[in-house]
């Protein structure tokens, strides 16, 4: 990279939010992907929106790849620099502008961390519910980027569900701003849909406004042990049968449970196939009324227990048991390869059998935990990327159930978007004429390709 560039940048942002040397480039060579590694040519830490534009203008008239990065907690390699050049790091742009509590919408800058947005809001009685498992680490624009989804999916949707404006800065330097405050608006395209999930590679957020919903009034946590998988998975579409749909409904398999219990001491039982964490929120007699039936239901399929949190105490131990279960298992072997293949809920047993038929067939190590209630499963493979025959066993093995997925009426990613990791199974999923389509937008947005390159296509 040419010092006068380097020079150039140096100007729009300060010497000290800007990251040359060589100690410093190393800590942004990864994100949570496992076996990727890029390195920039300089890391940028703008402070203002502003700053952003006019640092996309210098790229664009030199020519040089710019990729966006939040905390670095992405799972497909989204946030890596694929071709060198400028990683715009939005961590310094972390304000909270308004809460808007008459219009219930709450504006943030991108770089904003997502539990944060979480404790600013329900402090006044409010809520927004997308809640994914980095949550106290990732951030609004990474969120926004990716489409998070998180625990309380099933019932509250994700974070497109909530995005009510945007201002993205263009790859030109361009400022777009998209929707806003009012509840209805069809003029024109929907540019926010296409902004959210297009994983940086049409423009970078600076400020998201999100919508806001009152804070349920209580909830109930539920932790339903089985002793066979088909039980788990009947008991969840009899939930959904029964028109209850659950805040949370999450799914751990055998392999997930032994190693949650062994790093958390939660008090999972060890010879059972599965268990449900379940909460359902609301008023609570309707609370209530929905707990009992949940209760009748997983007895009919025999669970071997049942148990209600008796108070929030317990309630934040059962949960741990899914919050923590990447953690457990990344544990167990030096590199975890995490997933999210997604299946129609009524695919669940299927495919979670499948997950482990592969996991045998290829000698591996897979524990399978997820969204349960939206079919979203996380099949995790414990291995150690040093073996190269095991590694080579694992990709196998996740082509076969990226192709199982889709063969269900599925998808290859449910929240973790597509990034390097899964672009070459996208074709798969969205055939030519989607592929042309996604193509001829990213060459409106961006006509020299400078924005998050070699990601998706």
């Known amino acids: 990279m040419k010092p006068n560039f380097i020079a150039e940048l140096t100007s729009v942002v300060g010497r000290e939010n800007i990251l040359t040397d060589r100690e410093s480039l190393a800590c942004y060579q990864y994100d949570a992907t496992p076996e990727l590694s890029m390195t920039p040519g300089v890391v940028m830490l703008p402070e203002r929106g502003e700053d952003v534009a006019r640092i996309l203008i210098l790229c664009s008239e030199n020519g040089v790849a710019v990729t966006p990065r939040g905390s670095g907690t992405g799972l497909s390699g989204?946030?890596?620099?694929?071709s060198g050049g400028v990683v715009l790091q939005t961590s310094r742009l972390n304000r909270i502008l308004e809460i808007d509590e008459e219009n219930l919408t709450a504006t943030v800058e991108t770089g904003v961390v997502t539990s944060a947005l979480h404790r600013e809001v329900e402090a006044r009685g409010l809520f927004y519910p997308p809640d994914p498992g980095s949550m106290n680490i990732s951030t609004m624009g990474g969120n926004v980027a990716e489409n998070s989804g998180g625990l309380r999916g099933l019932k509250y949707g994700v974070t497109a569900d909530y995005v009510m404006g945007l201002t993205t800065v263009l790859p030109g330097g361009e400022l777009l701003k998209t929707g806003g405050k009012a509840v209805k608006n069809v003029a024109g395209y929907n540019l926010n849909d296409l902004l959210v999930s297009s994983e940086g590679t049409l423009g970078i957020f600076t400020e998201i406004m999100v919508?806001?919903?009152p804070m349920p009034r209580t909830k109930r946590t539920m932790l339903v042990h089985f002793p066979e998988l088909e039980q788990a998975a009947i008991s969840v579409s009899r939930i959904i049968a029964a028109r209850i749909i659950p805040a949370t409904l999450e799914f751990l398999d055998k392999v997930?449970?032994?190693?949650?219990?062994?790093y958390a001491k939660v008090g999972l039982p060890l010879d059972v196939?599965?268990?449900l964490l379940i909460e359902v929120d609301g008023h609570p007699v309707v609370v209530?009324?929905?707990?009992?039936?949940?209760?009748?239901?997983?007895e009919k399929q025999r669970c071997s227990y049942f148990q209600i949190a008796a108070d929030a105490e317990e309630a934040l131990r059962l949960a741990t048991a899914r919050r923590v279960a990447l953690s457990a298992l990344a544990r167990v072997k030096p590199t975890t390869i995490l997933e999210d293949a997604t299946v129609p809920r009524s695919c669940i047993a299927p495919m979670v059998k499948f997950i482990q038929e592969t996991a045998r067939k290829y000698d591996l190590m897979i524990g399978t935990f997820g969204h349960a209630g939206d079919g979203n499963l996380h099949p995790t493979c414990l291995t150690d990327e040093r073996d190269t025959d095991e590694i080579g066993r694992a990709h196998q093995a996740f082509a076969e159930i990226f192709e199982a997925a889709i063969g269900m009426g599925g998808t290859i990613t449910g929240e973790h978007?597509?990034?390097?990791?899964k672009k070459r199974y996208l074709p798969g999923l969205v055939g030519e004429s989607g592929m042309t389509i996604?193509?001829?937008?990213k060459q409106v947005f961006d006509p020299q390709g400078i924005l998050n390159p070699g990601k998706v296509f």
């Open 288 to 298: 209530a009324e929905e707990a009992a039936a949940i209760r009748d239901i997983c």
């Open 78 to 82: 989204g946030s890596l620099a694929i």
């Open 256 to 262: 997930t449970i032994r190693c949650v219990e062994d």
């Open 417 to 421: 978007g597509v990034g390097i990791a």
């Open 438 to 441: 996604m193509r001829g937008i």
């Open 211 to 213: 919508k806001l919903i």
């Open 273 to 275: 196939e599965a268990v």
